[in-house]
């Protein structure tokens, strides 16, 4: 089987191709010439994403492309395997457990601000749904954070556990959708200690968060919510601007026991959380996101609380009153696309539940068109798909046979 080409193999062809010899590339991009030259001769293998950045855009081409990141690692996909494989070894490195010897890939200590960097463009790539391009660029972002954690000291060094404890609930994120729910869970756990060193209250704070949500992916729901609530009431934040940072942690991790509760049909638990979450948007009174100060898992603010309102909606089976609330729904830029998609997806099953099967497609098809690779690891919008070709009947739906192909669904 022909193996894929390193990111040293494709940063030489693009050079070569472009008419740059490395020094040249090294002033054009400002990367370091050593670090260049041992990319290219295989010494080293990885780099950090801003690292990646700097060279694609010296070369004129997207990251993706000089990191050879597959189209998806979607689990009908050859790719797959070895993607979970590389993540595995990034998240349980082996070098330095007593008795292994293995030759790790560390390099030159990066800088805090160029890790930072690299972790603000990992998220940015987690919330466009791009994971195959998010695990190609994280294992060297993991070894890259985890030599600046043990070499700097002082307030770099705290900076340094910061970042890596966000690397490590990112590389949780990309492992719960490639259904790899026990390594996110390791990733979330990893992350802890180092949000802990970093001093970081919003941190340890959102690694409950992520903890809470690798639970619910493991239906361990009341855990879930248990974890939630106790990380929230550790906050315990006055509602003023002053702790507007702290009010949308707090808020977020309301919606998480929201979602907690509505999983083990607590309705009235979920409606008293809720009303929670929205007595913090006359703090947090527009919808965004914070990829640097705890707010890099997912947006918070008055669209957010009501697209979690549409998810309680449909999970006490009521569909009308789902899509009315949905209606309301500003078609924010704010909220990233892969959060947009997945309130969609509860409206395209609203719909299907009504009988709206031509809406429902077309629903689907903006989700598609938003978010292409990350609907492809989506099983309620396969499920979607299938329950509109089984009760659409006779009528032909524009878009329906391309959402069924992009699904790995057959076509009927």
């Known amino acids: 089987m022909a193996t894929e080409p390193t990111i040293g193999e494709n940063l030489a062809r693009l050079r070569s191709q472009t008419g ?4 040249e590339l090294s002033v054009k991009s400002g990367v370091g010439l050593p670090t260049i030259r041992g990319l290219e001769r295989g010494a080293r293998t990885t780099a950090l994403m801003a690292t990646i950045s700097k060279l694609a855009s010296a070369l004129d081409v997207k990251p993706s492309v000089l990191l050879g990141a597959r189209q998806t690692l979607h689990q009908d996909d050859g790719s797959r395997d070895e993607s979970i494989t590389r993540l595995r070894r990034a998240i349980h490195p082996l070098d330095g457990l007593a008795g292994v010897s293995v030759q790790a890939d560390t390099g030159e200590v990066p800088s805090v601000e160029d890790l930072h960097r690299s972790v603000e463009q990992a998220w940015r790539t987690y919330h466009r749904g791009e994971f195959s391009e998010l695990i190609a660029g994280l294992p060297a972002l993991l070894v890259g954070a985890r030599v600046a954690a043990g070499e700097l000291r002082g307030g770099p060094r705290r900076a340094a ?3 890596l404890s966000r690397a490590y609930q990112a590389a949780a994120q990309a492992a719960g959708h490639l ?14 200690p180092a949000a802990d060193t970093a001093d970081d209250g919003l941190l340890v704070a959102s690694g409950c968060n992520a903890l809470a949500w690798v639970l619910l992916r493991q239906n361990e729901s009341e855990l879930a919510g248990q974890i939630a609530s106790a990380a929230a009431d550790r906050l315990n934040p006055r509602f003023s601007r002053g702790q507007y940072r702290e009010v949308r942690m707090w808020g977020r991790l309301r919606l998480t026991g929201v979602t907690a509760a509505s999983r083990q049909e607590d309705f009235p638990t979920a409606e008293e959380l809720l009303a929670d979450a929205r007595r913090c948007t006359t703090v947090v009174d527009v919808d965004a996101m914070d990829y640097v100060n705890g707010g890099h898992q997912s947006a918070f603010g008055p669209s957010r609380v009501t697209m979690i309102a549409v998810e309680v909606a449909m999970a006490r089976q009521e569909p009308a009153v789902a899509l009315r609330l949905a209606r309301s729904v500003s078609p924010t830029p704010r909220i990233p696309p892969m959060t947009r998609g997945r309130h969609l997806l509860d409206v395209a099953q609203a719909q299907t539940w009504l009988g709206q099967y031509s809406e429902a497609v077309q629903t689907l098809t903006r989700v598609h068109g938003m978010a292409p690779e990350w609907i492809r690891y989506q099983v309620l919008a396969r499920e979607v798909v299938r329950q509109v070709q089984e009760n659409r009947g006779r009528r032909r739906l524009d878009g329906l046979v391309p959402l069924a192909k992009h699904l790995n669904l057959v076509t009927v």
Do not use: F, K
Not at 20 to 23: A, E, I, V
Not at 179 to 192: I, K, N, T, Y
């Open 20 to 23: 740059l010899t490395q020094r």
């Open 179 to 192: 259904g790899q729910d026990d390594l996110a869970r390791s990733a979330v756990e990893r992350s802890m």
């Open 161 to 163: 556990h910061a970042a």
